[in-house]
């Protein structure tokens, strides 16, 4: 079955990041159509790049690198759940991201952002991320405004349209993993 990662890419205390990347878990759990998991860069609490050697050589040697390669390794397609921090996302997440190469190639990935403006200046710069990392990412995307999707700025209440734009993303990281299957099992 196909797996797709909700990663959690806020490590900020107070983070609003938790509400929303819970709300993307449960909505994609209720399909049924893939095997679905909540990943929390909190949790892998990876320094600041601390690998000897570039991670395009794949030659890691710090547990939790190898910990965290195995787990992005194991996925098809992924959701990321960023907050937008000036008009780019967390460190921690970058920094996440940066650790690994081969694990995130020809692979699918799918944004639910949040900020002021939506965390639309977020996802851009995540496209560009993805796009060196031979991601495929998808057009949809949901962009929660801080102002519309959260009570009093602090407090995760959706609008009714988007639990719909969260289905067009789940559907679309869905179809391009699966497409991108192939590349991904091809002998090297």
């Known amino acids: 079955m196909t797996r797709i990662?909700?990663?959690?890419?806020?490590t900020r205390p107070g983070r609003l990041?938790?509400?929303?990347?819970?709300?993307?878990?449960?909505?994609?759990?209720?399909?049924?159509?893939?095997e679905y998991e909540l990943v929390d860069v909190f949790d892998y609490q990876l320094p600041l790049?601390?690998?000897?050697?570039?991670?395009?050589?794949?030659?890691y040697s710090r547990p939790h690198t190898l910990a965290w390669a195995e787990k992005i390794d194991s996925f098809d397609g992924y959701v990321?759940?960023?907050?937008?921090?000036?008009?780019?996302?967390?460190?921690?997440?970058k920094n996440a991201i940066d650790y690994l190469?081969?694990?995130?190639?020809?692979k699918a990935a799918g944004f639910v952002a949040y900020g002021s403006v939506g965390g639309t200046r977020a996802v851009e710069?995540?496209?560009?991320v993805m796009a060196e990392l031979r991601v495929a990412t998808v057009r949809a995307q949901v962009a929660l405004s801080l102002f519309r999707d959260f009570a009093d700025m602090s407090r995760f209440e959706p609008g009714p349209r988007r639990a719909g734009e969260l289905a067009?993303?789940?559907?679309?990281?869905?179809?391009?993993?699966?497409?991108?299957?192939p590349l991904r099992h091809a002998p090297s």
């Not at 990662?5 to 806020?10: D, K, Q, T, Y």
């Open 125 to 128: 710069h995540l496209r560009l």
């Open 49 to 59: 790049l601390d690998e000897p050697v570039p991670p395009s050589l794949g030659r």
């Open 17 to 34: 990041g938790e509400a929303v990347a819970q709300w993307v878990y449960e909505n994609a759990v209720l399909r049924g159509d893939a």
């Open 80 to 93: 990321f759940v960023t907050a937008e921090y000036n008009h780019s996302i967390p460190g921690a997440l």
């Open 101 to 106: 190469f081969a694990e995130w190639n020809n």
């Open 168 to 181: 067009l993303v789940l559907d679309e990281v869905l179809s391009w993993s699966r497409a991108l299957a």
């Open 5 to 10: 990662a909700v990663i959690l890419g806020s």
